[in-house]
């Protein structure tokens, strides 16, 4: 079904696409069911796949996006953490840069696409604070 959500389905890696892109997927409980789904079914034979991942800076942020970007997963708890943050912003760097870490671990993802339009230090930020470039990953 997520596939379906997402427009990846094997029509697309039948006719030769070699990587997939998801959409802004901050939901990993839903995204670790699809991707043992995709590697279950070998397609990572077929295909890298990309999760897209943002540094959500605040509430109204999420909203936007959720209304915005067709396919996109954010859940609630997101909402409300940054909702509780004293410091919303480093609260939704350090909530993409936890995401990312977990991809890192992820089997089948090939690799995060880390959106962040208007501010890319925000990519710098949440890729420091993943703390992956000391792991060398």
């Known amino acids: 079904q997520l596939g ?10 039948d006719n030769g696409v070699q990587w997939v892109q998801t959409q802004l997927c901050m939901d990993l409980p839903v995204l670790r069911s699809y991707m043992r ?7 990572t034979h077929r295909a890298s796949l990309v999760v897209t991942i943002a540094p959500l800076l605040s509430v109204e942020s999420v909203r936007r996006l959720r209304t915005n970007i067709r396919g996109a997963l954010i859940p609630e708890a ?16 350090q909530i993409c840069a936890e995401m990312l870490h977990e991809l890192a671990e992820l089997p089948g993802v090939a690799g995060a696409h880390i959106i962040a339009p208007g501010d890319p230090e925000l990519v710098r930020a ?3 604070a993943s703390g992956l470039r000391k792991k060398g990953v």
């Open 78 to 93: 997101i909402a409300m953490r940054l909702e509780q943050a004293r410091d919303s912003e480093q609260t939704g760097v």
């Open 126 to 128: 949440v890729i420091d």
């Open 4 to 13: 379906r959500h997402w427009g990846i389905g094997t029509a697309k890696l």
């Open 37 to 43: 789904r995709f590697v279950a079914d070998r397609l």
